[in-house]
Protein backbone atom coordinates (compact mmCIF):
# COMPACT_ATOMS: atom_id res chain seq x y z
CA UNK A 1 0.00 0.00 0.00
CA UNK A 2 1.40 3.36 -0.85
CA UNK A 3 0.75 7.01 0.54
CA UNK A 4 -1.59 7.98 -2.56
CA UNK A 5 -3.65 4.71 -1.30
CA UNK A 6 -4.32 6.50 1.89
CA UNK A 7 -5.27 9.98 0.26
CA UNK A 8 -7.72 7.96 -2.18
CA UNK A 9 -9.04 6.47 0.80
CA UNK A 10 -9.83 9.57 2.48
CA UNK A 11 -11.02 11.24 -0.36
CA UNK A 12 -14.01 8.70 -0.50
CA UNK A 13 -14.62 8.50 3.11
CA UNK A 14 -15.00 12.00 2.96
CA UNK A 15 -17.34 12.11 -0.56
CA UNK A 16 -19.04 8.82 -0.20
CA UNK A 17 -18.56 8.40 -3.79
CA UNK A 18 -15.99 6.58 -5.68
CA UNK A 19 -16.85 8.57 -9.03
CA UNK A 20 -17.00 11.69 -7.06
CA UNK A 21 -13.62 10.64 -6.11
CA UNK A 22 -12.00 9.95 -8.93
CA UNK A 23 -13.75 12.92 -10.99
CA UNK A 24 -11.62 15.15 -7.64
CA UNK A 25 -8.90 13.25 -7.98
CA UNK A 26 -8.33 13.02 -11.87
CA UNK A 27 -8.23 9.19 -11.80
CA UNK A 28 -10.40 6.70 -14.01
CA UNK A 29 -13.21 5.40 -11.85
CA UNK A 30 -12.15 2.45 -12.37
CA UNK A 31 -8.68 2.76 -10.75
CA UNK A 32 -10.40 4.10 -7.76
CA UNK A 33 -12.18 0.81 -7.43
CA UNK A 34 -9.87 -1.08 -7.99
CA UNK A 35 -7.31 0.94 -5.39
CA UNK A 36 -10.22 0.44 -2.20
CA UNK A 37 -10.56 -3.50 -3.36
CA UNK A 38 -6.56 -3.23 -2.81
CA UNK A 39 -6.70 -1.77 0.96
CA UNK A 40 -9.60 -4.66 1.80
CA UNK A 41 -7.69 -7.10 0.97
CA UNK A 42 -4.45 -6.03 2.15
CA UNK A 43 -6.20 -5.73 5.41
CA UNK A 44 -8.82 -8.22 5.22
CA UNK A 45 -12.13 -6.43 6.23
CA UNK A 46 -14.81 -4.68 4.15
CA UNK A 47 -14.47 -0.65 4.11
CA UNK A 48 -17.58 0.18 3.02
CA UNK A 49 -20.83 -1.12 1.80
CA UNK A 50 -21.99 0.03 -1.49
CA UNK A 51 -25.44 1.76 -1.70
CA UNK A 52 -27.50 3.19 -4.64
CA UNK A 53 -26.80 6.83 -3.28
CA UNK A 54 -23.27 5.47 -3.00
CA UNK A 55 -20.81 4.40 -0.63
CA UNK A 56 -21.22 4.15 3.70
CA UNK A 57 -18.16 2.79 5.95
CA UNK A 58 -18.45 0.31 7.77
CA UNK A 59 -17.24 0.11 11.49
CA UNK A 60 -13.99 -0.89 9.98
CA UNK A 61 -13.79 1.80 7.53
CA UNK A 62 -14.39 4.69 10.41
CA UNK A 63 -11.12 3.14 11.86
CA UNK A 64 -9.48 2.98 9.09
CA UNK A 65 -10.15 6.41 8.23
CA UNK A 66 -8.77 7.91 11.38
CA UNK A 67 -5.56 5.62 10.82
CA UNK A 68 -5.53 6.83 7.17
CA UNK A 69 -5.80 10.97 8.66
CA UNK A 70 -3.40 9.91 11.20
CA UNK A 71 -0.39 8.98 8.98
CA UNK A 72 -1.55 11.55 6.62
CA UNK A 73 -0.89 13.90 9.44
CA UNK A 74 1.71 12.60 10.37
CA UNK A 75 3.38 13.17 6.43
CA UNK A 76 2.26 16.63 6.16
CA UNK A 77 4.19 17.39 9.42
CA UNK A 78 7.25 16.18 8.07
CA UNK A 79 7.14 17.87 4.92
CA UNK A 80 6.43 21.19 6.89
CA UNK A 81 9.54 19.86 8.94
CA UNK A 82 11.70 19.34 5.60
CA UNK A 83 10.31 22.54 4.28
CA UNK A 84 9.33 25.25 6.54
CA UNK A 85 9.11 28.20 4.65
CA UNK A 86 6.55 26.43 1.90
CA UNK A 87 4.75 25.28 5.01
CA UNK A 88 0.84 26.19 5.78
CA UNK A 89 -1.23 25.52 8.91
CA UNK A 90 -3.73 22.82 9.03
CA UNK A 91 -7.10 22.95 10.53
CA UNK A 92 -9.38 20.17 10.26
CA UNK A 93 -12.53 20.44 10.57
CA UNK A 94 -16.17 19.10 8.94
CA UNK A 95 -17.47 19.73 5.28
CA UNK A 96 -20.52 21.94 6.78
CA UNK A 97 -18.46 23.96 9.19
CA UNK A 98 -16.00 24.50 6.44
CA UNK A 99 -18.74 26.10 4.11
CA UNK A 100 -20.42 27.83 7.35
CA UNK A 101 -16.81 29.44 8.64
CA UNK A 102 -14.52 29.62 5.47
CA UNK A 103 -16.91 29.89 2.62
CA UNK A 104 -19.64 31.97 3.99
CA UNK A 105 -18.50 33.61 6.98
CA UNK A 106 -14.81 34.44 5.51
CA UNK A 107 -13.85 33.46 9.45
CA UNK A 108 -10.94 31.90 7.98
CA UNK A 109 -8.28 32.75 5.32
CA UNK A 110 -9.02 29.82 2.46
CA UNK A 111 -5.37 30.49 0.93
CA UNK A 112 -3.94 31.32 4.45
CA UNK A 113 -3.88 27.10 5.66
CA UNK A 114 -4.29 23.47 4.66
CA UNK A 115 -7.87 22.18 5.00
CA UNK A 116 -8.61 18.57 5.92
CA UNK A 117 -12.47 17.90 6.16
CA UNK A 118 -13.30 14.84 8.30
CA UNK A 119 -16.68 13.96 9.88
CA UNK A 120 -17.49 13.81 13.92
CA UNK A 121 -16.95 10.08 13.72
CA UNK A 122 -13.53 9.93 12.02
CA UNK A 123 -12.37 13.39 14.61
CA UNK A 124 -13.74 11.71 17.89
CA UNK A 125 -12.02 8.63 17.25
CA UNK A 126 -8.21 10.59 16.47
CA UNK A 127 -5.81 9.66 19.03
CA UNK A 128 -2.52 11.70 17.39
CA UNK A 129 -3.30 15.07 15.92
CA UNK A 130 -0.59 17.57 14.12
CA UNK A 131 -2.53 19.98 12.38
CA UNK A 132 -2.45 23.59 14.37
CA UNK A 133 -6.39 24.45 14.38
CA UNK A 134 -9.36 21.69 15.07
CA UNK A 135 -12.73 22.65 14.60
CA UNK A 136 -15.41 20.19 15.39
CA UNK A 137 -18.82 19.09 17.11
CA UNK A 138 -17.45 16.15 18.29
CA UNK A 139 -15.90 15.62 21.13
CA UNK A 140 -12.28 16.03 20.91
CA UNK A 141 -9.52 14.23 23.63
CA UNK A 142 -5.96 14.57 22.05
CA UNK A 143 -3.12 15.62 24.22
CA UNK A 144 -1.22 19.21 23.16
CA UNK A 145 -4.70 20.70 22.27
CA UNK A 146 -6.42 23.62 24.45
CA UNK A 147 -9.79 25.07 23.52
CA UNK A 148 -10.04 28.47 22.94
CA UNK A 149 -13.20 29.22 21.77
CA UNK A 150 -17.15 27.41 21.87
CA UNK A 151 -19.43 28.63 19.26
CA UNK A 152 -23.15 27.72 17.80
CA UNK A 153 -24.21 27.09 14.10
CA UNK A 154 -27.94 28.23 13.80
CA UNK A 155 -29.62 25.58 12.09
CA UNK A 156 -33.12 24.57 10.88
CA UNK A 157 -34.91 22.35 9.16
CA UNK A 158 -35.02 23.42 5.76
CA UNK A 159 -37.50 22.14 1.82
CA UNK A 160 -37.78 23.00 -0.79
CA UNK A 161 -40.93 26.03 -1.42
CA UNK A 162 -44.22 24.92 -1.55
CA UNK A 163 -43.96 21.16 -0.77
CA UNK A 164 -45.66 19.58 2.47
CA UNK A 165 -42.82 18.51 4.14
CA UNK A 166 -44.74 15.58 6.34
CA UNK A 167 -45.19 13.69 2.77
CA UNK A 168 -41.24 13.59 2.08
CA UNK A 169 -38.65 12.02 4.10
CA UNK A 170 -36.46 13.41 6.87
CA UNK A 171 -33.15 12.96 5.40
CA UNK A 172 -29.84 12.29 7.73
CA UNK A 173 -26.23 11.78 6.97
CA UNK A 174 -24.48 8.52 8.12
CA UNK A 175 -21.76 10.25 10.54
CA UNK A 176 -23.25 9.07 13.85
CA UNK A 177 -22.11 11.54 15.95
CA UNK A 178 -23.05 14.27 13.92
CA UNK A 179 -25.23 16.47 15.94
CA UNK A 180 -27.59 17.68 13.31
CA UNK A 181 -28.22 13.77 12.90
CA UNK A 182 -28.78 13.17 16.49
CA UNK A 183 -31.27 16.01 16.53
CA UNK A 184 -33.60 14.76 13.50
CA UNK A 185 -33.86 11.65 14.98
CA UNK A 186 -34.87 13.14 18.15
CA UNK A 187 -37.38 15.05 16.08
CA UNK A 188 -39.19 12.44 14.81
CA UNK A 189 -38.88 10.70 18.25
CA UNK A 190 -36.61 7.51 16.26
CA UNK A 191 -39.19 6.75 13.92
CA UNK A 192 -37.45 5.16 11.17
CA UNK A 193 -39.71 4.92 8.70
CA UNK A 194 -39.36 8.74 8.19
CA UNK A 195 -35.85 8.38 7.89
CA UNK A 196 -33.80 8.42 5.01
CA UNK A 197 -29.95 8.27 5.62
CA UNK A 198 -28.10 9.82 2.45
CA UNK A 199 -23.98 9.57 2.61
CA UNK A 200 -23.16 13.23 1.34
CA UNK A 201 -24.28 16.47 2.96
CA UNK A 202 -24.14 17.62 -0.97
CA UNK A 203 -27.10 14.58 -1.70
CA UNK A 204 -28.75 15.68 1.14
CA UNK A 205 -28.72 19.21 0.01
CA UNK A 206 -29.76 18.71 -3.46
CA UNK A 207 -32.76 16.27 -2.46
CA UNK A 208 -33.76 18.98 -0.10
CA UNK A 209 -33.59 21.38 -3.21
CA UNK A 210 -35.61 18.99 -5.51
CA UNK A 211 -38.14 18.64 -3.01
CA UNK A 212 -37.45 15.57 -2.25
CA UNK A 213 -36.80 15.29 1.29
CA UNK A 214 -36.75 17.71 4.44
CA UNK A 215 -32.92 18.01 6.12
CA UNK A 216 -31.88 19.98 9.56
CA UNK A 217 -29.45 22.25 7.88
CA UNK A 218 -27.49 25.09 8.73
CA UNK A 219 -29.91 28.20 8.48
CA UNK A 220 -27.81 30.36 6.30
CA UNK A 221 -28.38 27.96 3.36
CA UNK A 222 -32.26 29.00 3.67
CA UNK A 223 -31.22 31.75 2.05
CA UNK A 224 -28.49 30.79 -0.37
CA UNK A 225 -30.35 28.22 -2.19
CA UNK A 226 -33.76 29.20 -2.36
CA UNK A 227 -34.81 27.07 0.76
CA UNK A 228 -37.87 27.33 3.23
CA UNK A 229 -37.93 26.70 6.40
CA UNK A 230 -40.24 23.49 7.47
CA UNK A 231 -41.29 23.73 10.69
CA UNK A 232 -40.16 27.18 12.13
CA UNK A 233 -41.29 26.15 15.92
CA UNK A 234 -38.12 24.02 15.87
CA UNK A 235 -34.65 25.80 15.50
CA UNK A 236 -31.72 25.06 16.57
CA UNK A 237 -28.33 26.20 18.20
CA UNK A 238 -25.78 23.56 16.89
CA UNK A 239 -22.61 24.21 19.37
CA UNK A 240 -19.03 23.47 17.89
CA UNK A 241 -15.72 24.11 19.95
CA UNK A 242 -12.19 25.35 18.27
CA UNK A 243 -9.41 23.64 19.75
CA UNK A 244 -5.56 25.03 19.18
CA UNK A 245 -2.50 22.94 19.07
CA UNK A 246 -0.27 24.16 21.96
Keep these: MQLQDLEIYAQLYKLRSINQTALSL ?142 VPVLVNADRLCPFRRRSLKFVKQDLSRVQEIDSWASILQLVEAGRGVALLPRYLAAKHHLAVAWPAHRYQVPYATWTRR
Design 26 to 167: GFAQSNISARLKTIEAEFDAPLFTRTPQGIVPTAAGDKFAAYAQQVLTATTAVRTALHPAAAKPEILMSSLLFDALVVQQSRYDLDAAHYTLMSSTALASLTTCTAATVVTYAPFHVADYVLTDRNRLEAAFLQAPGIAPER
